[in-house]
Structures are given as structure tokens and as C-alpha cells.
């Protein structure tokens, strides 16, 4: 079994910032690429930003310059810094990952979610 669990998420103003992270826990052989997604009230689900366990990243360009994904392969797990943050930033944000377990199998996970909400 195999689970993601985001933390991290809350309430901040405009302009502030918030550290998600995401633990990913099992049996894990390997992780792959990982990524946050996020979904807005009446949106559908959008990538955030992704990355390889190489390190490569891919920012959405509405989050460019103003977030920092990292993982921690060591320890599964995976942060996006937020700074900057803007009230359109508002949204249940999701963990996702690619995960080997030792018994071979390769799969597409997604946690609970954690929610963002930027308001004065």
C-alpha cells in the first residue's frame, strides 16, 4: 500500500507564503517524477509544477518565478515553496507521483490534497 499525504496548506494573505510538503510512504522501490497540481472551485485540476527524480522541473507559467518545488529522495518527499502568493493562487493543491513498489509494480498516485487559500 502505497499512500501520498500532503501538508502545509492554509490561510494567508496576499503576498505571503506557504511551504507545502508532500511525505509519499510503503512500499516504495522507487519514485519517479513527481508534481503539485491544483484545482480551483469550478476549474478543472491544473499542473502546478512537476519534477523528475533527476531534478528536471516544468512550471506552469502562472507560477513561474514565484515557486520552488524540491524533493527529497532520501526521504520520499517532495516541498513546493509559494511566495508571493496572489488570491487566484486559491485552490485544493495535490500531490502526484509515479511509485515503483517492491513488488514491481509501477503506478500513478495522488494524495488527499491540501487546501491554499490567499485572502485579506
Known amino acids: 500500500q502505497v499512500q501520498l499525504v500532503e501538508s502545509g496548506g492554509g490561510l494567508v494573505q496576499p503576498g505571503g507564503s506557504l511551504r507545502l510538503s508532500c511525505a509519499a510512504s510503503?512500499?516504495?522501490?522507487?519514485?519517479?517524477?513527481m508534481g503539485w497540481y491544483r484545482q480551483a472551485p469550478g476549474k478543472q485540476r491544473e499542473l502546478v509544477v512537476s519534477?523528475?527524480?533527476?531534478?528536471?522541473?516544468n512550471y506552469a507559467s502562472s507560477v513561474k518565478g514565484r515557486c520552488t518545488i524540491s524533493r527529497d529522495n532520501a526521504n520520499n518527499t517532495m516541498y513546493l515553496q509559494m511566495n508571493s502568493l496572489k488570491p487566484e493562487d486559491t485552490a485544493v493543491y495535490y500531490c502526484?507521483?509515479?511509485?515503483?513498489?517492491?513488488?514491481?509494480?509501477?503506478?500513478?498516485?495522488w494524495g488527499q490534497g491540501t487546501q491554499v487559500t490567499v485572502s485579506s
Open positions: 510503503g512500499s516504495i522501490f522507487s519514485i519517479g517524477s
Open positions: 502526484n507521483a509515479w511509485i515503483t513498489t517492491h513488488q514491481g509494480v509501477m503506478a500513478n498516485y
Open positions: 519534477i523528475t527524480s533527476g531534478g528536471n522541473t
